[in-house]
């Protein structure tokens, strides 16, 4: 309720029903009954929106109070609204009390009521329905029921008062489905799972392990029994189980063969709940490694014994020097990732044999295992330089059996972890030269080929750490260079500040050509005005032809927007390369034309036509396919000089295009129709071909198109009628296997050309020609039914367009009719310049008012008289909207006061020797509309 006493409704929820309805009622907070016109009873559970229950009250014959409303004992006399709210009136006949719905029928009186939660799960137990009534008790347990009635109190207590009314239900399914002796394997296989999940939802593990195990006696009921306590074991639902029952669940994994199951489970019991000398037998027996180190890790908190017992088993297979089996590679793998895992304890054991089995991996599982906190203390660094020592020692002095590739593998890890910031271990200056000399020794091998770039990131770290400040860094570019750690060159040229020769840095290495053109644009913004710019250009340009196979588009970038004073230079070095020419030109003209951003640019920087003209002629050359299009979007260039080009190259398309330019119509067709008459002298078997004739065929029709609007009758019919008489010869002979294909290109020609010239001298051409002349009517119906079709639609479109013309003309008239016989009244009664009355004249004047409504004294304006404060300073004045008249002037006292003055401009207009004679206007200018 607002602060006016007005009461006002926020809507919360909006409930959608799919039916009609008849009546709503509220039967608790959450639960809704609602009638349908069908006299269908829904129930809803607002919140969810969910149909709980449908229920027919067809046998309840309601009473409708449809008479009343309609005012049928009065005669009808009732409104509209009041006889339509009536028609299915039954609001006396449906009410609702608490959760009870009171229905009047014709005959009975009816009473619904939802039932009470535990009414509800006694009604599915007579029903033998147990496991519905335990789904619906655990959503009563859970509070995800709906329509409940009668579960009340505080929510613990209605979770209790939930749970006892579960357990009962749960104690007579065991009772009285699950028989001891008795019951199928498929009831078993049903009700067992249900009621494992329940106990262990209601933590109830007496039920779990007393009274539901001892119902289990047979052997296929505890087989169930078994495997369905599986998935709550792999879910950490159920760690502890009594010794008794686990003794047998190992026993029937292992009778099953499903030992993978049987070791996932163990590794997630409690170890106090397994029989320990069982277990260890059978992981011995069938190589379950991971139960084994559990029971070892969790039971006996022992991490030495498991690699003690087992790394023996993957030394002797190494020893045989075979091929590893899955076993083993699994064993290894297994160890790999325990020591992972434990060596932030204190077990280092037998490194030789992880070493040998993957080098790299091991180091990897070393470095991961140094990130961890027990590492960072003074404990843990120097644990970790003791383990570095054992490394160098193993590895280095005593390594006569590690491969170059397995100690390269750990110099590279010495190197990352020296180049970490906390990192305190000592090592000696002969061996940082070791270390150095070793990551930048020659990669040809293809034993260290993968490594290059493992080995050429561990320098950088060491070298960004610090490490080898104090390293000679001369021989150290030395050594980068020749192992191609161009990355590492890069790094020493910035520190020398030779940014010139990082150029050379990005040129060479495959990984990073394409950012050459990023770095350029950086340094050339760094270098704007310095002297090592010139630096920088040298290298460009020695370099040119490098940088055009990365990405010619890219260089003609960076050169029109860096560096557009070396374009001259590059051309000329690049003469005696026409190959590489073309790259540079098209590079720097495909980026010009087509990049949205250089807009400003096309107009600034202009190539000269000699440029422009060498690439048209490259593109002769090199991409023919290029020069049309090239040549009708440019026009930097000399249109004879083109000419010659592109006659020398034998352009065809392009050359019509350029004496199209020069007028020389009759030329460019010439020279279309030869390529035409070449088509056409093929077998037009082919698509290709086809595909092609159509397209000569186009641009020959468009040429005589844009050519016939500049030329007389005469000369059009010298375009269009060779051009007819090339599509038409082909079809007199009488072998002609493509005459559909030449037919409908000579009837597009006609509807294209009947535009142009007359239609009679058309139907002459055609008639004369040999090809339909001893024809029948029926060879040329198809092109005169075309042409006349195109005539009748150009006449038709003709009379509606004059038909437009004379209606516009005609309200335009009637308009300016209209307003020059409107009358004109004056904004003012006074000279709009000199501000006297209008009636106030001198000798010989008249006044003249225009249209919008300015009047002025005649001599008070110059002439020609147009409207001064209308018309704009400056621009030329319309003709007066309204000529002058003389206005007859009445007169005047000399006695007479101002007053007297006033009152005689109030009453100018209606003073019967006022008279206005008003003229129309000039017509308007029509020149243009027809």
Known sequence: MDGRSKIRFVPLQRVTVSYLLLSLHWLNTRTLATVDTMEQLHLLDVRTQEELEVLDLAEVRLVYGTSHFKGLATGGNVSKAMALAGERACYNSIVSFGNQMLLLGTKTFHVLTIRAWNERLNHLIKQNRYLDALVLGMDFYQDKAKAVVGLKGPKQKRKEMARDKVLEILHMYIEEVLEPGGGDIELCQEALPACIEYCIELEVPDVLFGKLWEACIDHAAQACYMESLEPWLLNDRLSAVPPSITQQFVSHYERQGMLEALEACIVHLNVASLDIDQVMRLCRANGLYDAM?????????????????????????LATGKQLTDNHIALGNKLLVYISCCLAGRAYPLFWALLHFDTREFLNVLALAFEEPEFTSELGLRQVQRLVDILLLVMVQQGEEFTPSQVGSLFTFLARQLAKPWCSLHVERQLFEQVVEFLTADSGSSGTMGLHEERQQALLELMRAGGLAHYNQDK?????????????????????????KILHCYLKDPLRKPQVFSYLHNILVIYANTVDRVKVETQIMDNIKELLDIDATKTGQILLLKVAHLIPKIVEK?????????????????????????????????????????????????????????????????????????????????????????????????????????????????????????????KCIGLCQRGSTMLDEKSRQSLWFPLLETLMKPQRRDNCANKPVLKELTQQLLMAMSGYVSLPAIIQVILMDPAYKGGKFGDIRELMMGMLSNSCYEETLLQATARLLSTDLHHRLAKL??????GISPRNLSCALCHKPLNVLKEDD???????????????????????????????????????QSLPQPPISPTRSMSNSLSTQQGLLQSQDFALRLAPPPPPDLEGLF
């Not at 409207?867 to 319309?878: D, E, Q, V, Y």
């Open 293 to 317: 180190i559990h029971i070892y890790n969790r039971g006996l908190k022992d991490y030495i014994t498991p690699l003690e017992e087992l790394m023996p088993i993957l030394q002797a297979a």
């Open 846 to 884: 008249n006044d003249i008012l225009f249209r919008c409504g300015h009047a002025f004294h005649i001599s008070c304006l110059e002439p020609p008289w147009h409207c001064i404060h209308c018309a704009p300073p400056g621009s030329t004045p319309p003709s007066p909207a309204i000529r002058p």
């Open 574 to 698: 690049l003469q005696t390369e026409p190959k590489a020419l073309f790259q540079f030109l098209q590079g720097l003209f495909d980026y010009r034309e087509s990049h949205s951003g250089l807009a400003q640019l096309k107009d600034e920087l202009n190539f000269e036509p000699e440029l422009v003209e060498q690439y048209i002629e490259l593109l002769c050359e090199f991409s023919p396919e290029k020069v049309y299009p090239y040549i009708t979007s440019s026009e930097n260039y000399r249109l004879d000089t083109a000419l010659e080009i592109t006659r020398k190259h034998s352009q065809i398309e392009a050359t019509a295009y350029l004496l199209e330019k020069t007028g020389d119509f009759q030329s460019a067709l010439n020279l279309m129709m030869e390529k035409l008459e070449e088509l056409l002298a093929k077998k037009l078997s082919d698509d290709i071909v086809i595909d092609e004739l159509c397209h000569v065929t186009s």
């Open 817 to 822: 009719l209209a307003s020059t016989n409107q």
């Open 476 to 500: 150290l570019l030395i050594l980068a260079d020749k192992a191609a750690f161009y990355r590492v060159c890069e790094l020493l040229y910035e520190q020398r500040l030779e940014y010139d």
